[in-house]
């Protein structure tokens, strides 16, 4: 298989451009945008990810959304009562759960041309709800009824969740409640209506481990009661040996639905840093138009990789997210999260990505 090459990469958005929405925090990332075409340009929805600026000695910082009171607020954990899983986690041990050392909201931004921003909007889609408590992350864009729905992660004590939401201007924002409940994520929109249904893609969380974490087809005739629920793939991608889920939602071609997926890669023991958790890379899919249940062609190997420094080097090392695709022509626009840090655009000819799938035959269970 041939790697498609970029025509160009851009770093679209880095923390240094924003300032904090929350006294005493600090700016740490600006990654996994939605996109999507709007007033003749591009409007995003990045994830913004702020941290506390104080020190304790002997503590840790945890910040959590107040929504009883509507405000940012801090639980200082004495080091001793937890183990830290990574840079972004902690492990409490009076219970074995998680906390998070920031909290995320989401920042509306617009572009002209796809590839600079033009600028930021003044209404940031902060926590609310108490499925929300740890901030809400990651979300996809599709026009649907003549507003723009998202899909976004809600994360709080009760779970990882995925709720949606709409706007009609990126200006204000309506909420629709949780739509998948824990454990799920990636929960991606279809542009259009497959038949009379709606149609997503999502990633259940086995707890269970008689799997690793695959991908499902969700179907729905209102965009909130989802149902029909079936596998569509995992083990497939043998590259990604931890875990794969949805990227961008799928862009209607001649030749099917295509879409960017991530997988997540294993980091090599001896090799690896200390904020090393893996490499997460992205391959190429193409589905049936009236049958997305039907996969017509896999890469077998990941499409785009970590390249550019910016993509290299930050907050978690070698991680592209790609999170939209916006047809430009002959070419495609793939706007991503770079190292967990920064926003990113990629622009790849889409005869490349078309031609880099290839018939993949279906898992076969002993």
Known sequence: ???????????????????????????????????????????????????????KSGFIALPYWDHLQGAISIDWQPLSNVEMVDRRIVRLKSNGCIRLTFISYLLPAFSQDGLTITRFGEERMLPATKYETFGVEDP???KLNDRYFFTYVAVSPFGISTALASTTNFESFERHGIIFCPENKDVILFPEKIGDEFVAFHRPNPNGRLSPPEMWLARSPDLIHWGSHERLMGSEAHWANVKVGGGTPPLHTSA?????????????????????????????????????????????????????????????????????????GEFVDVYYGAADTSTGVARYRLSDLLDATAPYPPLKLA
Do not use: C
């Not at 700016?27 to 990810?49: Q, S």
């Not at 904020?275 to 017509?296: C, K, N, T």
């Open 256 to 328: 099917g639905w295509l879409s960017l997926y991530h997988g997540h890669i294993k980091p090599i023991p001896e090799s690896s840093g200390q904020h090393d958790i893996g490499e997460y890379a992205a391959a190429a899919m193409l589905q049936a138009i009236e049958d997305p249940a039907r996969i017509l062609g896999m890469s077998p190997q990941p499409v785009m990789r970590a390249e550019a420094d910016f993509e290299r080097y930050g907050y978690l090392p070698n991680i592209v997210f790609p999170t939209a695709m916006l047809s430009r």
């Open 140 to 142: 996809r864009l599709a």
């Open 1 to 55: 298989m041939t790697i498609p090459s970029r025509i160009l990469t851009r770093l679209l958005v880095k923390p240094a451009d924003l300032s904090s929405q929350f006294e005493g925090f600090e700016v740490i990332g600006t990654f996994n945008p939605a996109a999507i075409e709007y007033d003749g340009g591009v409007a995003l929805l990045i994830r913004v990810v702020e941290q506390p600026l104080q020190k």
